[in-house]
């Protein structure tokens, strides 16, 4: 089985206002504290990172799982909402994803639960979810919309 080794790099000056910055392959961005929770909010944070890397994990997940099942949909849409709680310390209390699945066409029953099928099966797949399961609850609200076609315009 082959290891998949991922990298960044990243540097903090100061407090809960300090600043500082992080770095991939093909990302770079600042940081900073948010300034709800005291810090002076000029740049990206680690909740927003970690609800990013669940939230992208899972609609890739998704969107490979589709495809694994052979459902024609047009694109993947998502919002995710991340609860973070000082109840107990400060930390991630929960996550919702709300995907919205675009499809060609409307879905039939048959369609509609092997849509919900593999949206469960995302959750469990997402190698993101899996790094934090028992730690997080996390849930999904999803949503389908049939793209219009030129003819229905």
């Given at each position: 089985?082959?290891?998949?080794?991922?990298?960044?790099?990243?540097?903090?000056?100061?407090?809960?206002?300090?600043?500082?910055?992080i770095?991939?392959?093909?990302?770079?961005?600042?940081?900073?504290?948010?300034?709800?929770?005291?810090?002076?909010?000029?740049?990206?944070?680690?909740?927003?990172?970690?609800?990013?890397?669940?939230?992208?994990?899972?609609?890739?997940?998704?969107?490979?799982?589709?495809?694994?099942?052979?459902?024609?949909?047009?694109?993947?849409?998502?919002?995710?909402?991340?609860?973070?709680?000082?109840?107990?310390g400060?930390?991630?209390?929960?996550?919702?994803?709300?995907?919205?699945?675009?499809?060609?066409?409307?879905?039939?029953?048959?369609l509609?639960e092997?849509?919900?099928?593999?949206?469960?099966?995302?959750?469990?797949n997402?190698?993101?979810?899996?790094?934090?399961?028992?730690?997080l609850?996390?849930?999904?609200?999803?949503?389908?919309?049939?793209?219009?076609?030129?003819d229905?315009?």
């Amino acid at each position: 089985m082959k290891d998949f080794t991922f990298t960044t790099n990243g540097s903090w000056h100061g407090s809960w206002n300090g600043s500082g910055q992080i770095q991939t392959k093909s990302f770079a961005t600042g940081l900073a504290v948010d300034s709800a929770m005291g810090g002076t909010g000029a740049g990206t944070n680690p909740d927003e990172l970690l609800l990013s890397a669940l939230a992208s994990c899972y609609v890739i997940t998704l969107g490979i799982g589709l495809d694994k099942e052979g459902i024609d949909y047009h694109h993947i849409s998502i919002h995710s909402r991340g609860i973070v709680t000082k109840m107990g310390g400060l930390h991630f209390e929960k996550v919702i994803h709300y995907p919205v699945i675009h499809l060609n066409r409307q879905p039939s029953e048959h369609l509609r639960e092997n849509l919900l099928r593999c949206i469960h099966h995302a959750e469990l797949n997402c190698m993101i979810a899996k790094a934090v399961h028992g730690n997080l609850k996390i849930d999904i609200e999803p949503t389908f919309e049939v793209v219009p076609t030129r003819d229905t315009e």
